[in-house]
C-alpha cells in the first residue's frame, strides 16, 4: 500500500473507536467478574454482522430490594421491566442497546421494619440502624457503577449511557449521577436515569415524578429520614433528564405511618400493572433523549471508489434532534476526496489503496456531543478486474487492456489461437476494457464504451451470439451499448445495463435464466422489468443479484439452499434472499454463494461439505451464515469449493478445500474458517476459481496461487503454487 494508505491502517484502531469490539469495553477481561455481570448479546445489533460492534445504548442496571436475576434475565423483576420496555422501544426507534448489570446483594425490604413491625405506621417501624444495614452495600456498589462508566468511556466512547436502579440500586445510580455531574463533562454522555422507589428521593427533587400514583414532590426517601440526605440528582440539560418512579406511601422512597404491609406491597408494585406503566412512561423518556444524539447509520460501512473516476456516497445518521444534523473531522480521506457538512463523501480518487476513513456526527439543535462513524473506502490499482475461471485466469491491467492465461482449448484466453497459455497474453483487438469475467471455458468482457464481448465455448449458447461454434476471438453481444457488468459461469452468462436492467442467457435446465421458464437462450434475455439492478453473479446452475435498494434475489438451482432457501426444486424467477436490505455484493460459486452487506459483513450459503461457508462447520446451510471471525470484508469471492475474500487491513483470507494449494497457506488442507494468505502486500481484491485463485496487490501486480496444471497460475510453469506467486 502507498505510504497514506499505510497510514491510514494504522490508524485503524483509533478510527474504529467507537465500533470496537463489545470485549473490548470490559478490557480487563472477557468473563464477568465481581464487578459486573454482563447481558449475553447485544440487543438489536442486526442480522449477521461478523464485527460486533458497541450498542448505541449501554444501560447500567443495580437491583435492589432482595431481587436478582432468574431464569436467565439480566436484571430482577422490576428492573427488568423497565430494561425491557426500553429495549424495546429502542429498537423500534433504530437505536441498538446491550444490557450489563451491576451485581450487589441486597437485603428485601421487609427487613426495614424488622420481624415485629408495627401493623399500621410503617414509617415508625423503620430504625437508623436497620435503615443503615439495609443501605450497607450502596457505597462499594456506586464505586463499582463509576468504575464501569470510566471503562465505557474507554471501550465506547461514542456509546450513551441509562442508568437504571431500584431501591438500594436506585440509591447507587442517585450517588452515581451527582458523583458524575462533579466532573467536567461527567453527564456528557449520559442520556439519563430511572430511579424506581429511590430511599435518597428528595423533597422537590429535580427528577420528573411518576408513579401510580405519583408520590408527592414533598415527599423524601427513608435514607434521607434516617440517615440525612446526599445531593439531589443533577438538573436535566437539554439532552439529560432523571425520572423518579416512586408510588405515594412506598416504604423506601415515600414512607409513612401507614399500614406496613400496605408500604411493603407499594415498594413491590413496579413490576405490575399501573407501576409498571410508570417504568415503560420512564423508558419512554429516555429513548426520546437518546434519539438526540446522532449515530452514523450503519455505524461501519464499505466502499468501492474507482481511480481516477468520480464517485460519491451519501452517508447518513439517525436522529431526533431538530436542528439536524453536521458531519465533520474526516480522518485518513483517500486523496482526491472530500467530506462535507451534508455527509457527502465525494471526489475523484488519484491514489490506490484501503482507507479506514472515521467521521464525527453532531446534532446541532440540541447540540450534542458527537458520534463517530467510519467509511472503508477501497480504491483498486486501475480497473482491478482479476477473474480465476475453470482453468484460466484474466486481468484488466492498468490502461485498460485485457490479458488472459491458462487453458485455452477453446480459445477462452481471446489470442486467436487454442494453444496453452503459460504466461499472460493479450487479448486480441487492443481495446481498452473496463471489466472481465472468466468462467468454465467461456470468457465475456465490458469495454470502455460499454459494448459486451464474449469468447470461448459457446456449447449451451453462453457466448450470447446464438448457436455457433467456440470463439477464440471476442465477438460482441448484440449491439448494445450501455453494458455495465458481466458474470460467465460455465453454462450460462449474466450482464447488467447501465439502465438498471438484468440480462442472462445460455443454457436454462435450472432456470439460471430468471425469466420464469427452463427455456435456453442463444442471445440475452431480459430478467423481469426491474429496473434498478446493480450487480449480479453467475453460479454453477443458479444466479444471484443485488438492487439498489440493497435487496438481494436468488433463483436457478436449489439442490443444496444455495438459493438462500431450503433445498428444493429449481426457482426460474428472482426470490428475495431474506428480509435484510443492506447487501453490498454477492458471488456465486458452483454451488455456493457469498456476500457482503454495506456494513463489512460476511456471510454464506449452500454447500459446505468442504467447509466453503467458513463457518466453522461442514453443514450445509439454506440461509445465509456469517463468516468466522472478526473481520470487515471489503470483498468477498465463491469459488468450486473454497472462498476467499478482502477485510479492511488489506488481508486476504481463503477457506475450504486446499488439496492443490488453492487456499494460499502453504499447506494443502481443508479449513473451515478463514485463513491467511500469505503476502507481503495489501490486497485490494481477489477471486476464487475452480482449484486455484488469483488476486490484485495495491502494487498493481497480479498474483496467483493453487492448482497450475494449465497455467493458470500465469508462472510460465505448470506445477501447483500453494503459495501467491506474480503473474509474470
Sequence with gaps: MRRRGRQALLLVAAALTSVAVVA?????????????????????????????????LLLLGVDGAGEAPSGGTTFGRTVGVLARALTRQALAADRTVEQVRVPMATRPTAALVGRRPHPRKALRSVTKDRA??????????????????????????????????????????????????????????????????????RPRTRATSLGAPAAARAGRGIAARRLGAVADVPARTATYAAWSVCTTGDLVCDPRNIRTAKALQRNRSYA??????????????????????????????????????PFELRLAASTSATGGV????????????????????????????????SYVVRGTRPATAGTTGVVVVTVPAG?????????????????????CWGRNGFGQVGDGTTA????????????????????????????????????????HRQLGIGKGAARSTPVQVGTSAAWTSVSASWFHTCGTRSNGSLWCWGSNLRGQLGDGTFAH???????????????????????????????????????????????????????????????????????????????????CWGLNDRGQLGDATRKQRAAPEPVAGDHIWTSISAGDATTCGVDNAGSAWCWGSGRYGQLGDGSRSTRTVPT????????????AGWFHACGGLDTGVTACWGNNELGQVGNGSTTDRPLPEGVS
Design 272 to 309: 405490575y400493572g399501573a407501576g409498571a406503566a410508570a417504568l415503560r412512561t420512564a423508558a419512554r423518556g429516555l429513548v426520546e433523549r437518546a434519539r438526540l444524539r446522532p449515530v452514523p447509520r450503519p455505524e461501519v460501512q464499505v466502499a468501492t471508489a474507482p481511480l481516477d473516476r
Design 383 to 403: 480497473p482491478a478486474a482479476v477473474s480465476a475461471g475453470g482453468e484460466t485466469s484474466c486481468v484488466v491491467r492498468e490502461g485498460g487492456s485485457a490479458w
Design 521 to 603: 437462450r442463444g442471445r440475452p434475455k431480459r430478467v423481469g422489468r426491474a429496473a434498478d439492478w446493480a450487480s449480479v453473479t453467475a453460479g454453477g446452475w443458479s444466479t444471484c443479484a443485488t438492487r439498489t435498494d440493497g435487496s438481494a434475489w436468488c433463483w436457478g438451482q436449489n439442490t443444496f439452499g444455495q438459493l438462500g432457501s431450503p433445498a428444493g426444486e429449481p426457482v426460474p424467477s428472482p426470490a428475495l434472499l431474506g428480509t435484510s436490505a443492506t447487501w453490498a455484493s454477492l458471488d456465486a460459486g458452483w454451488s455456493h454463494v457469498c456476500g457482503t452487506t454495506v456494513e463489512g459483513a460476511a456471510l
Design 326 to 357: 453536521t458531519w465533520g473531522e474526516p480522518r485518513n480521506l483517500p486523496p482526491g476526496l472530500a467530506l462535507d457538512a451534508t455527509g457527502l463523501l465525494a471526489g475523484t480518487p488519484t491514489e490506490p489503496g484501503t482507507w479506514n476513513v
Design 420 to 459: 496453452t497459455r503459460t504466461r499472460p497474453v493479450e487479448v486480441v483487438g487492443g481495446e481498452t476494457w473496463r471489466t472481465i469475467s472468466t468462467s468454465g471455458a467461456t470468457t465475456c468482457g465490458v469495454r470502455d464504451n460499454g459494448t459486451l464481448w464474449c469468447w470461448g465455448l459457446n456449447n
Design 676 to 687: 491467511l494468505v500469505v503476502s507481503e502486500r495489501p490486497w485490494l481484491s481477489i477471486d
Design 24 to 56: 473490548a469495553f470490559l478490557h480487563a477481561g472477557s468473563q464477568p467478574g465481581p464487578t459486573e455481570e454482563r447481558g449475553r448479546a447485544v440487543l438489536g445489533a442486526g442480522t449477521a454482522a461478523t464485527v460486533e460492534q458497541c450498542a448505541d
Design 132 to 201: 443503615r444495614t439495609w443501605m450497607r452495600p450502596v457505597p462499594a456498589a456506586t464505586r463499582r457503577l463509576l468504575a464501569l462508566v470510566d471503562r465505557h468511556a474507554f471501550g465506547c466512547p461514542d456509546q450513551q449511557l441509562v442508568l437504571v436502579g431500584h431501591a438500594q440500586g436506585a440509591a447507587v445510580v442517585h450517588r452515581g449521577l451527582t458523583a458524575l455531574s462533579a466532573r467536567r463533562d461527567g453527564l456528557t454522555d449520559v442520556v439519563g436515569a430511572a430511579l424506581v422507589a429511590d430511599p435518597d428521593r
